[in-house]
């Protein structure tokens, strides 16, 4: 019996995710279709759609979930501790002159070998 509880409610769950869906690609069609009408009224009416769909997707397991996550990262956030300014200033510098060395390096190496193969392969003159 609680095999089929599972499957009634993983089907009203998909109901609820395509009846979201049919709604929301309804709503752009709409915006499109009703061009000549104001622009304000055809973006209030396309948030208005967007508002239901997000609420009937939102009564779905999926959609829980993706809303328990989303409160869970935003209070993760939270608890970041942010570098100041001249922290972040200081990294970049040191990431910056870190790239210009090991560009210079890279192109040393890629001249040596380049002199190398020249003289292996006698096109050096």
Known sequence: MNAKAEVASS????????????????????????????LLLRVLGLLAVLGVATAIALQSTVGRAIWRFSVEARTELRKVVWPSRQETIQTTLVVMALVLVMGVFMWLVDWVLFAVVKALIGHGG
């Not at 609820?16 to 869906?21: N, P, R, T, W, Y």
């Open 11 to 38: 089907g009203a769950d998909a109901a609820k995710l395509v009846l979201a869906a049919v709604l929301l690609v309804s709503g752009i069609y709409g915006f499109y279709y009703f061009e000549e009408h104001s």
